[in-house]
């Protein structure tokens, strides 16, 4: 199946974002290793931050799908393991240089707001997305469980590069299941 134009900018895009930063990339080199005209990206976003938009908004969803679609098939009582599963399966292949998310909003929140607070809204849909495993598993929601396991999650994002996917993946195998057995308002 051929790709799409927009779909090579995205991928080269994100590709570039994500290795070398939002700020370092500039749009000629986009367009270069695209193989497409400047016109072309201007065609399909109007702008460079449209286009970072854009690359944040569907790499999140595909990550975001991933779990979602865990957790949903996940059996009773291992919802928050399987979420957690995924998670360690996206560092391992996708996100080895920490979280595309976490860098938009520390490059963007001086320059350009916008892309940080989209960056807050897809952490938000993440904490969502692991709030709906707990329930599934407790039948109840826990709002300050679901934050601890974001917590974690975005630990492991960030110490990727430092410790090495398998390491982190290894801690946060270990480490989840002692967090959902212990829910927030039990801990002192």
Avoid at 138 to 149: C, G, I
Avoid at 153 to 181: F, K, Q, Y
């Amino acid at each position: 199946m051929r790709t799409s134009k927009r779909g090579t900018l995205l991928d080269t895009a994100e590709r570039l974002f994500y290795s070398e930063g939002f700020h370092a990339t500039g749009v000629d080199r986009v367009v270069a290793e695209a193989g497409v005209a400047r016109m072309t990206l201007y065609n399909h976003f109007p702008s460079k931050e449209a286009l970072i938009e854009a690359v944040l908004d569907r790499r999140y969803e595909r990550y975001l799908d991933e779990l979602r679609r865990a957790v949903d098939e996940a059996t009773a009582g291992g919802a928050v393991a399987a979420l957690a599963d995924v998670h360690c399966r996206w560092l391992e292949t996708t996100s080895n240089r920490g979280c595309i998310v976490i860098k938009a909003i520390g490059e963007f929140e001086q320059h350009h707001p916008a892309i940080a607070d989209q960056g807050r809204r897809l952490k938000r849909e993440l904490l969502a997305v692991i709030g709906d495993a707990l329930a599934r598993d407790r039948a109840a929601p826990d709002p300050a469980t679901a934050e601890r396991l974001l917590v974690v999650l975005e630990g492991a994002d960030a110490l990727v590069p430092v410790l090495g996917a398998s390491a982190v993946t290894g801690h946060l195998r270990a480490i989840v299941p002692t967090i959902v057995a212990c829910p927030a308002g039990a801990q002192a």
